[in-house]
């Protein structure tokens, strides 16, 4: 079976993505891998909110989502964001296909948290809707929306979606694509980035809050992934070409604890 990566890309990243990130995307596939594009677009939600003259609110880096917020997000993330990666993979000769977790109930969700209106968390992923997309060679490129039971919407933290979609199709990585060179840690002296790490670890720094605001989704996805068959995730910044040699990796590279890593002989 063909291995599957998994990509996310952050909406801070969008405007400021290196320029080979596409063709870096067009490479894996014609080296094999099966890629899953998955996006945000969280600074276009609030800029557009603000625009009609609604402030952002967030609480542990979710946003608060009314109706109104519920259909900005919709907008922007189903409509403008994802058309736009699907137009850039085009332009490289990639056979790409926009979606949000609604259109073939790609992302089944249900209420997160009453506080917080219509942000849903994950529960199931339509597995065999994504499979036929990749068999077909082509890109799927996600957008962080779901469907609950009576057809209501969710708006769904984008790195969620991508970890929930790497844990259903058995993704070998899930990249995250953001902002920052990945998990910074403060010391006493310095403030210093976290290369390498295991989910307990990120825990820890969790509870230290050294990790705070929008990487705490972002961690907590990515420690999910881990327990869940992903090899390793990147948390890396899109400023700059994916780091595929080892020798030149820059980010957070973040792995199994050691006696949960499945060796194969
Ligand atoms: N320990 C940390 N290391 C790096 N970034 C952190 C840390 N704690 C909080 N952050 C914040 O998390 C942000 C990344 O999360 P977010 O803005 O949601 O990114 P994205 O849009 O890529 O999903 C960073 O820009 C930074 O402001
Ligand atoms: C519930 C929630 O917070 N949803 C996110 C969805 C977009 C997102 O995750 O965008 P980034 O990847 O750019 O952060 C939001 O409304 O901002």
Not at 32 to 38: E, K, P, R, T, Y
Not at 127 to 154: D, F, K, M, R
Request: glycine share 8%.
């Amino acid at each position: 079976m063909t291995q599957k990566i998994v990509i996310k890309l952050g909406g801070n990243i969008l405007k400021n993505l290196h320029p080979d990130f596409f063709a870096q995307c067009a490479q894996l596939k014609e080296q094999g891998f099966s890629i899953i594009i998955v996006h945000g677009g969280g600074s276009m939600i609030s800029d557009w909110a603000q625009k009609i003259g609604k402030d952002a609110q967030f609480m542990n880096g979710y946003r608060v989502t009314d109706q109104e917020m519920l259909t900005i997000a919709e907008m922007v993330l189903a409509g403008t964001v994802n058309k736009q990666i699907v137009s850039k993979l085009a332009s490289i000769g990639l056979t790409a296909i926009g979606l949000s977790g609604i259109d073939l109930k790609l992302i089944e969700a249900k209420q997160q948290n009453t506080q917080l209106g219509y942000v849903g968390e994950v529960t199931k992923v339509n597995i065999s809707a994504l499979h036929t997309i990749l068999e077909q060679g082509w890109v799927p490129v996600v957008a962080s929306l779901g469907v609950g039971t009576n057809e209501s919407h969710y708006n769904i933290n984008a790195d969620e979606v991508a970890s929930a979609i790497a844990q259903a199709l058995n993704a070998s990585h899930l990249i995250m694509v953001s902002d920052v060179d990945g998990i910074y840690i403060k010391t006493s002296s310095e403030r210093k980035m976290l290369h390498k790490a295991t989910p307990s670890l990120v825990e820890y720094y969790i509870q230290t809050g050294e990790i705070s605001g929008g990487m705490i989704p972002k961690a907590r996805s990515s420690i999910k992934a881990l327990q869940h068959a992903v090899q390793e995730v990147w948390i890396v910044n899109g400023t700059k070409p994916l780091p595929f040699d080892e020798e030149l990796f820059v980010g957070t590279r973040l792995h199994q604890e050691v006696s949960d890593r499945v060796t194969l002989s």
